[in-house]
């Protein structure tokens, strides 16, 4: 964790002059680090209930194409999450849809394990105009062999948010993940939604995020035939700050 943090830190402040030499053309660079008490993925603890230190950059082209790089600690497969991904933007008569892809990488999990995985898949929103400036979002992402060799895989979403006044605003999610080995995965298909407040201050964001999924502790991870599983599929609060560069 302490090497993923120093790599973050020192590449940002490497990419600072390079990105306001960029600023008057096509094309653009940003980054972002987060830390907060936990990481999920579709609900579910990466971090075993525990904190995490996340960051990535991004490169742009006015034209609508995008490129990007992410990471984070977990604790699983060798301790280190690196996702790359990339795709295709643009509006269309007040709609912003978006082609791209994922791939997971777990660079530490060693071979055979088969926990990398792609995902591809589009979404499309929609900015209502009003006080509070509602964004309805949807999409899906589908995978042809999930992580853990579990299979074709779908996740299905929606997204609503909402502006409110002195730079807050309030998010509503809800996912439906379908895998088509769930032993192999280790769970169900399951549905997972949160709730989020957050607030800007400068290049800052402090959130708030209430989440859970309808999964039960004993079809969370179980190793002993569904007797007892994992804690990490339970309701959580998460607390984050992040920044923008």
Known sequence: MKTLFKLILSVSIALVPAMSIAQDSPHSFSGNVTIASDY????????????????GFDYSHEAGLYLGTWASNINFAGGIEMDYYGGYTGELNGFTW??????????????????????????????????FE????????YADDFSFNSGE????????????????????????????????????????????????????????????TDLSETECFSTDGGLTGLNICDSTVVFSVSGSF
Request: negative net charge.
């Open 40 to 55: 999920l993925f579709r609900g579910q603890s990466q971090t075993d209930n525990g904190p995490t230190i996340q960051g």
């Open 98 to 131: 978006d082609l791209f892809g994922v791939y997971y990488l777990y660079p530490s999990s060693g071979a055979g394990v088969g926990v990398d995985y792609w995902e591809v898949g589009p979404s499309l929103s929609y900015t209502f105009g009003g006080d």
């Open 134 to 141: 509602p964004t309805l979002g949807v999409g899906f992402l």
């Open 153 to 212: 895989a779908w996740w299905i979403y929606a997204d609503l948010g909402i502006t409110l006044p002195g730079d807050f605003a309030l998010g509503f999610h809800v996912g439906d993940q379908t895998i088509e080995d769930e032993a192999a995965w280790g769970t169900p298909d399951w549905m997972e939604y949160n709730v989020s407040l957050s607030k800007a201050i400068g290049p800052y964001t402090f959130g708030v995020k209430y989440s859970d």
